[in-house]
């Protein structure tokens, strides 16, 4: 009788080992679902903050009475913040393309300018990865900077 109790009380290691990999695999599970959530708030954020950078450039552009502007440099992974040439990088995995709707010719770099009276070149900024994109675009007449939903 003593040995019936003792037999009926716990769990067998057969069933602690189906239970551990049942846990494991769950939360492997929502740690794959979580990190494309990570990269995909990451991408969204970093497009916030070229928006709000932008537009303090053409803030500085029209108070300073000089032209302003963002390029993309050929030697690096980032873009560049003209006319001081302060070089801003992004995280690892977010690329940037810059497609302005005219040239300027005063800069080197092909990008976004703003001009001492709002006004800007205009033209799109694409902020990617390889799960999704996000676009700014800025207006060539008013120089207003809008972020575009994907």
Not at 8 to 35: I, K, P, Q, Y
Not at 48 to 60: E, M, N, P, S
Request: hydrophobic share 45%; proline share 5%.
């Amino acid at each position: 009788m003593l040995t019936e109790r003792r037999a009926s009380r716990g769990f067998t290691l057969l069933e602690l080992l189906v239970v551990l990999f049942l846990v494991s695999l769950m939360v492997g599970v929502a740690a794959t679902r979580f990190s494309a959530g990570s990269e995909s708030a990451e991408l969204k954020a970093e497009a916030r903050k070229l928006v709000a950078l932008l537009r303090q450039t053409r803030a500085k552009a029209v108070s300073e009475s000089i032209s302003c502007g963002v390029a993309i440099p050929s030697d690096t992974v980032g873009y560049l913040l003209l006319p001081d040439a302060r070089d801003v990088q992004l995280p690892e995995g977010i690329h940037l393309v810059i497609e302005p709707l005219t040239e300027d010719l005063s800069f080197a770099q092909p990008g976004i300018f703003f001009y001492p009276d709002g006004s800007s070149n205009g033209g799109t900024l694409t902020l990617s990865t390889e799960n999704g994109s996000w676009q700014l675009g800025v207006n060539w007449l008013t120089g207003e900077v809008a972020l575009v939903e994907p």
